[in-house]
């Protein structure tokens, strides 16, 4: 099951790398590449499998991080459409897209650690 959760961050971490580096934004590439899609895709799948486990935080934590950025992209996205929100919106997509990568690094790095991620609030 670790292997699974590992392959899941590195679809979400290749997700962002290709929105780095590539012509898209990172949180364009985070709910709509491939690699996250699927990524996504498999913690649904699994997610079961983690139940009653230090992993199922794991899975909890991959699948807020997506659907989040899910939401806040899309916000960002009506907001830019329009004239005056492009003021915020731009902005926001630029603070989600951070957020994104800090939430990639830090899960896979607890995950390195064999450490849970914390319970939502």
Known sequence: MINVTH?????HAFSVAAGVVGAASVVGMMV????SIIAVVLNYIKRGDARGTWLESHFRWQIRTFWFAFAWGALAVLLIVTVIGMIVGVPLLFVVGIWVIYRVIRG??????????????
Request: hydrophobic share 45%.
């Open 7 to 11: 392959l899941i961050y590195a679809l």
């Open 32 to 35: 709509t590449g491939w690699p």
């Open 108 to 121: 896979w790095l607890k995950l390195g650690a064999g450490e849970p991620m914390p319970e939502p609030r």
